[in-house]
T-cell receptor, first 112, second 112 residues
Framework: DVKVTQSSRYLVKRTGEKVFLECVQD?????MFWYRQDPGLGLRLIYF???????EKGDIPEGYSVSREKKERFSLILESASTNQTSMYLC???????????FGDGTRLSIL | KNEVEQSPQNLTAQEGEFITINCSYS?????LHWLQQHPGGGIVSLFM???GKKKHGRLIATINIQEKHSSLHITASHPRDSAVYIC??????????????FGKGTLLTVNP
């Protein structure tokens, strides 16, 4: 079975901090994704990556950056955390093309 | 960009009832995804389908490509089916298919 592991289930940080969310997948998937999920808005794509060091902006990239130095690891970085970034963050991975995405359990991030 | 509408937003049923959740999208697609999210849990891919019907246990997914519409049915519903069900389609017609647009989800509650 595919395993997508996110580093934390719950995280509390302060406004202005630099925050790192880590995601690791064990199936050699080319694609990796970062989403945020907010009540009433559904899942929204922040960034995705289709290969090592390759990335593309999603629908809501402002305030975020990503890093993919190794195929199995995709990091989401909040450069200077703000309260409006309090949300559930979900990482996913998939094979190339329109293939089912495999999701991590999510990180519930609170910015105080 | 593809727009996705799910209905209903909320659905409450008694154990044993037949459940239908609907999904409509605006732009032609190659395949559609149905996902399940339990409270506090991660997201699981249930189906990916491009035509006709797929069945897995008590879950059945159908798609009508011409009408840009899909349904997810649950037969003999059970309280453990209580979850949010999410429909997703490729964000753009043609081009890369690994960016998805998600519906806002249908919250299903099955009472014993």
């Amino acid at each position: 079975d595919v395993k997508v592991t996110q580093s934390s289930r719950y995280l509390v940080k302060r406004t202005g901090e630099k925050v790192f969310l880590e995601c690791v997948q064990d199936m050699d998937h080319e694609n990796m994704f970062w989403y945020r999920q907010d009540p009433g808005l559904g899942l929204r794509l922040i960034y995705f990556s289709y290969d090592v060091k390759m990335k593309e902006k999603g629908d809501i990239p402002e305030g975020y950056s990503v890093s993919r130095e190794k195929k199995e690891r995709f990091s989401l970085i909040l450069e200077s955390a703000s309260t409006n970034q309090t949300s559930m963050y979900l990482c996913a991975s998939s094979w190339l093309g329109n293939q089912p995405q495999h999701f991590g359990d999510g990180t519930r991030l609170s910015i105080l | 960009k593809n727009e996705v509408e799910q209905s209903p937003q909320n659905l409450t049923a008694q154990e044993g009832e037949f459940i239908t959740i609907n999904c409509s999208y605006s732009v032609g697609i190659s395949a559609l995804h149905w996902l399940q999210q339990h409270p506090g849990g991660g997201i699981v891919s249930l189906f990916m389908l491009s035509s006709g019907k797929k069945k897995h246990g008590r879950l059945i997914a159908t798609i009508n490509i011409q009408e840009k519409h899909s349904s997810l049915h649950i037969t003999a519903s059970h309280p453990r089916d209580s979850a949010v069900y999410i429909c997703a389609v490729p964000a753009n017609s043609g081009g890369s298919n690994y960016k998805l647009t998600f519906g806002k989800g249908t919250l299903l509650t099955v009472n014993p």
